[in-house]
């Protein structure tokens, strides 16, 4: 469903009074909103089997997707009302041209001090030391297999070699924390899981693990794939003890354990459960597409307009009544498991993950 420029009615007026009055951005659930995701393009440069269906999908030609100048203006808007962290997705980000010059712009933005990126890692090698020097210092990098030859059958291309390269490169630059994501899918990849829970004992790395979401077509032709952290953290226990971290600051929807070996070795393990255990009362994010839709959770397709408002002469204040709104309807719990089966239609890539 898409959304027109909400009328500020003035019922919803005190709504979003309510929203704003303590200075944070509250919503309906008392859940504080303070993180904003943007997606930069839906252009890839790896084609994962659970990410991309297998038809060719259109791009987004450039025109459609918000301008560097247009996401500035957004984002200063959405810090201004509270936001505090950004995280830089797509797609991969790293393929948008001038992406670099964007970042600088972004990191120069007062009041907004932490900006993050996620990233396929391909082309880390030779971007982390610009990527540093542009204002990022966390990063999270998705690799779901060690071996060469099932890289390339999961992704489509043969390039494991330059993203291991590409990681110990942004750890010699310095990236502080970088964490490293793992779909976890069945049959394809579960049989490593412990060899990735042994690099957070050997590596400087947080390792997590994350569940196989249903999200647009490409997961419907790979459902069966699911494999929850439970079965998970079973499979890693043979390396460890797993001991949750309670005193670990929020880290967003991941839950944090230590792993200590036998010889006493610990790293720290994430695991993200948005399906065997939901975690949406905490959830502080919103999400603004690569074709400028903003939305408040992942897997509802409800969304606005934003880019439509932006380009039709939209003011700032317009800019943030869709913010509020977008907050107010935040939904209390995604419902994507009480739908038989039916998953969010929206492209992951375009969504940003
Ligand atoms: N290209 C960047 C990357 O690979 O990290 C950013 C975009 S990618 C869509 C972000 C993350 O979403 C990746 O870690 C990817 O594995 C994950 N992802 C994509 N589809 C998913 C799904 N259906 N369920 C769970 N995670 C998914």
């Known amino acids: 469903m898409t959304k027109n420029t909400p009328e500020i ?11 704003l009055s303590s200075g944070q951005l509250k919503d309906l659930f008392s859940r504080t909103i303070s993180y904003l995701r943007v997606s930069l393009t839906d252009q890839c440069n790896l084609r994962c089997i659970y990410c991309s269906p297998k038809e060719v999908t259109e791009k987004l030609d450039c025109k459609e997707l918000l301008s560097y100048e247009e996401l500035l203006r957004v984002i200063d808007i959405a810090v201004q009302l509270g936001i505090r962290k950004v995280r830089l997705t797509g797609g991969e980000p790293l393929v948008r041209r001038n992406v670099i010059s964007f970042i600088r712009r972004l990191a120069s933005m007062s009041d907004l001090h932490d900006i993050r990126l996620t990233t396929n890692g391909v082309m880390l090698v030779r971007m982390a030391e610009e990527l540093y020097e542009a204002g990022i210092r966390k990063l999270n990098i998705s690799l779901d297999t060690l071996k060469r030859q099932r890289f390339r059958q999961i992704t489509g291309v043969d390039c494991f070699d330059q993203v291991w390269q ?21 049959g394809i990849n579960d049989d490593e899981f412990v060899d990735f829970a042994g690099l957070a004992l050997s590596h400087r790395l947080q390792v997590r693990f994350i ?30 003890d797993l001991e949750e971290v309670t005193t670990f600051r929020v880290d967003g929807p991941a839950r944090v354990y230590t792993l200590t070996d036998k010889n006493g070795t610990s790293g720290r393990i994430g695991f993200i459960s948005p399906i065997s255990h939901k975690f949406c009362e905490t959830c502080n994010r919103l999400r603004l597409t690569s074709d400028g839709k903003l939305r408040s959770c992942l897997l509802s397709d409800m969304q606005t307009d934003l880019k439509q408002i932006l380009r039709s002469g939209g003011s700032d204040d317009d800019v943030k009544a869709v913010l509020l ?11 994507i498991l009480e739908k038989d089966g039916v998953s969010c239609v929206g492209q992951m890539s375009r969504i940003g993950g």
Do not use: C, W
């Not at 970088?178 to 976890?184: H, P, S």
């Not at 569940?211 to 460890?240: C, H, Q, W």
């Not at 709104?325 to 419902?335: A, E, V």
């Open 325 to 335: 709104k977008t907050i107010m309807d935040k939904p209390k719990g995604h419902t």
């Open 9 to 19: 009615v003035p019922e919803s007026k005190e709504k979003y009074r309510d929203i």
């Open 211 to 240: 569940e196989f979401m249903p999200i647009g077509r490409a997961t419907i032709e790979n459902r069966e794939k699911y494999i929850s952290v439970d079965e998970i953290k079973e499979k890693i226990s043979v390396l460890g």
């Open 166 to 186: 590409g990681i110990e490169r942004v750890q010699a630059v310095g990236f502080s924390p970088i964490k490293l994501n793992i779909v976890a899918l069945k």
